[in-house]
């Protein structure tokens, strides 16, 4: 039952952390054994979101849908995603809370942050 | 101003700017539709049928080669689903250019995504072209995998570091610089320490009379950083260059025409042959823009440039893909 509440308190937590304006690409798991999954769609040369605040535990699935390749590359060394082409996807787990901010290595103008609480 | 380069824009280094003449004209061109602008000291002009006006010795020059750039081969988006059969087209323009270039500069981004197939496809077609070397820098397009290794091991025979290098051609001292590595988070195009330190050592034995043509990837001048479009230490290595009389720069990666011109140094960015992008801070971003179709070819293009020894400059026209070969037909451009 404890588990059941705080699996429960991730899902409005994640939810809270989609802007309003922004479609809600996310897409919670139900109480379970999977991790949550949190959505950053790659358009126009922005991460939509820039930033998503989740839990420790979430995934978070980053789609490029924009005409040019792209990378999901932290700046600390966190994670790399490979060279992201039209429609491809990249997925980090992040365990540990922090503040993890990543850029594209080929459109470093292009920045991003994930918070770990 | 060359009376007989009437529709041809002269930029004076010894004056800084453009004259007057050149600017009224500009304001003639955009009376009969041709598109001229000029706005924070950035000129921007094409000019239909211009090079039918150049004089003969600004044609022909003491050095002709042509900078052609952004192929991306591999991109197969609505912007243009047939890249090959553009860069094709690009092939057979230096081909049948009137003045045989000396050699070719390729300002990067040959292929889309660094694929081994886009490199092999792209050489395949450069084959064709007939005539001098072609020199080329690397795109970040060109580095995607392991670091730019399959793009240094075609191309890079003989560079330094990620692939930049100089060479002398008729007196004309030319330095290829790579600003697509490295690249750090919120910035823009970067050399860095070790190949600014080379450049400053490149050009310590050069006379300051000689005519510098340094050519790289993205803009080493500040076109819009709001899109990346620029280069954060490009005035270090423009700094080391200030003694010289004339240093043409000459960039890609915007895939649009734009000149402008600062003291002794101007700046000038090719079309590319694969596909268009927007005019700084007309669309959402900078990615690939469709083109109406039949209007593809009219927004891709190859510049012929021309140094002419004691007018310290560089007769630049620009060529879209969709006009006839020159002389016969329509070109756009400015000399710099």
Known sequence: MILRRSLAIVTVLFLTSVPAREPARASANAPGDQPAKVAVTIDNFNYGPSTVTIPAGTTVVWTNQDDVPHTVTSDDKVFASPVLDTGEKFEYTFKKPGTFPYYCTVHPKMTGKVVVK | ?336
């Open chain 2, 1 to 336: 101003m060359d009376s007989n380069a009437s529709d041809s824009l002269q930029f004076d280094h010894n004056h800084d700017g453009v004259d007057r003449r050149g600017f009224l004209k500009c304001m003639a061109w955009a009376g009969t539709g041709m598109l001229c602008v000029m706005e924070g000291g950035v000129l921007k002009s094409f000019a239909m049928a211009r090079e039918l006006h150049l004089p003969r010795k600004l044609r022909a020059g003491e050095l002709a080669f042509v900078q052609m750039s952004d192929s991306h081969l591999g991109f197969n988006k609505a912007a243009n689903p047939d890249v090959s059969a553009t860069l094709q087209v690009a092939i057979d323009r230096i081909n049948a250019l009137p003045i045989a270039p000396e050699f070719v500069l390729h300002t990067g981004d040959i292929t889309h995504l660094s694929k081994t197939a886009e490199f092999d496809a792209a050489e395949q077609l450069l084959k064709g072209v007939r005539g001098g070397p072609i020199h080329f820098v690397p795109g970040e397009h060109d580095v995607l995998a392991d670091n730019g290794r399959e793009y240094l091991a075609r191309f890079g025979a003989g560079t330094k570091g990620a692939g930049w290098y100089s060479f002398d051609q008729k007196g004309v001292h030319f330095i290829g610089l790579v600003n697509v590595v490295n690249l750090k988070a919120g910035g823009l195009g970067l050399l860095g320490p070790e190949q600014l330190e080379w450049v400053e050592d490149d050009i310590r034995h050069l006379a300051s009379s000689t005519p510098i043509v340094v050519f790289a990837h993205i803009p080493l001048w500040s076109v819009y950083p709001e899109w990346g479009w620029g280069t954060d230490d490009a005035a270090q290595a423009l700094g080391y260059l200030k003694r010289f009389g004339s240093v043409s720069v000459l960039n890609g990666h915007i895939h649009q025409v734009m000149q402008k011109v600062e003291g002794n140094v101007t700046f000038h960015t090719a079309m590319s042959t694969a596909f268009a992008q927007p005019v700084p801070g007309t669309a959402p971003s900078p990615g690939p823009m469709a083109v109406p179709a039949g209007k593809l070819r009219s927004v891709l293009g190859i510049s012929e440039v021309n140094f002419v020894r004691g007018r310290h400059a560089l007769a630049v026209v620009d060529q879209a893909l969709d006009q006839e070969p020159a002389p016969s037909g329509a070109a756009g451009g400015g000399a710099l």
